[in-house]
C-alpha cells in the first residue's frame, strides 16, 4: 500500500483536531484571566469544555491539569485508531510516558499510606485499558507495601527495572532508583521503536526522537551533578543509544568532576545553541524550555510538508502539546495572581 492511502484515515482526524488548537487570540484572551472562574469560562468554547464540565467545584489547578491531560490522552487515541500499523508503536510512545507516570506515582502513593480511591483517582485508566493493563493496575492499586506493588508488575515489560529498583529502596529507602530505572528503560525502549520504524518513515520522526532522547540525557546530567550523584550510578540511570552525542562525549559528561564542567562539555555539542543564558540556577529550566520551543518550530515549519508521512502525526501533537503546556502553566499562573506579562514569555508560541 503506498503512503497516501496509508494516511487516508487519519489526515482528516488530523485536519479537525488542528482547527481545535487555542489560537493566538484566545491565548490572549486566556492571558487576561483573573481567575480559574473566568479562566473556565473562556474555554467553553473549545474543545477542553467536555472535560471541564465535568470537574465538580471548587475548582482547582490539580482538577483543570487532569481535565487538560484527559483532553490530551483522548487526541493521542483518537490518532491511534486512525494510523498506519507501521508506525503506531512510535505513536504508542507518547502512551507510554502516561504509564511510567503512572508506576511511579503508585509506589509513591503506596508509601505515602493512600487508600485505594486516592490511588485509582491519580490513574488515566484509558491508558491502561489500551496496552490491556487495568487487571494489573487494580492490583497494584490495592497494594499496601512496595513489595506488593512491584508483585503486580511481575508479568509485564516493568518487572526488571522495578526489581532492580526494589533491591535499592531496600538498602535506602528511597524511591528515586525506581523513577531512574523506569525513565532509562522508557528511553531504552524509545529509541529501539525509532530504529524499528520503516526507513522511509525514520527521517520524519529523527528530529524529534533526537531531541527527545538527546534532551533526557543532557538535562539529567546536569540535575545529576547538581544533586551530587555518584557519576557510576549516574551513568548505570542513562540510556545507552543517542543520535547527536558521541560515546566519547558521553562518557566526559558521565564522569565530569562537577556542574561547571558538565556545561562546558554540553557547550561543546550541537546543542550549545541552547544553553547560551547565564550560568543561574534557572539554566535547565531556561534551556528545557528552548528545546520545548525547538521542537514546536520544527512542528510548524513541517506542517505543509510532512503529510503522508508520521511527520504529520508528529507535527501534530507537538502542536497539541504546547496547548496542554499553555493551559497548565496559565492555570498555574492565574491561581497565583501573576500579571499577564510575567506569564506572556514564559508560553510555548
Known sequence: MDQTKKYAAVLPKIGVEKSELLSAIKLKTLLDCKNLSEFTIHLGDTTYQEQISKLSPPLTVQKLERSFNENLLKTYLNLLNNLPKSVKPFIELYLKRFEIEHIKTLLKATMAKMTSKEKISKIYLPVETYFNNNAVI??????????????????????????????????????????????????????????????????????????????????????GKLLGYDSNWLKDALPPNYFNITTRTFDNLVYAPDYDETLKIIKTTPYKTYFTSANTPELVSIAEKAFKEAVLHHAKSRALLDVFNIGAALSFITLKEADIYNLNLLALSIDASLKPEEIKNKLLT
Do not use: W
Request: net charge negative; aromatic share 16%; glycine share 4%.
Open 138 to 223: 487494580e492490583e497494584a492499586v490495592k497494594a499496601s507495601t512496595i513489595t506488593s506493588v512491584i508483585q503486580a508488575f511481575q508479568k509485564t515489560e516493568y518487572a526488571t527495572s522495578l526489581n532492580a529498583g526494589l533491591k535499592k529502596y531496600n538498602e535506602n529507602g528511597s524511591t528515586i532508583q525506581f523513577n531512574l530505572l523506569l525513565d532509562r528503560q522508557y528511553f531504552d525502549n524509545f529509541y529501539c521503536v525509532y530504529e524499528k520504524l520503516p526507513k522511509e518513515e525514520q527521517q520524519h520522526a529523527k528530529f524529534y526522537a533526537s531531541m527527545t532522547i538527546d534532551g533526557f540525557l543532557l538535562f539529567t546530567v546536569l540535575r
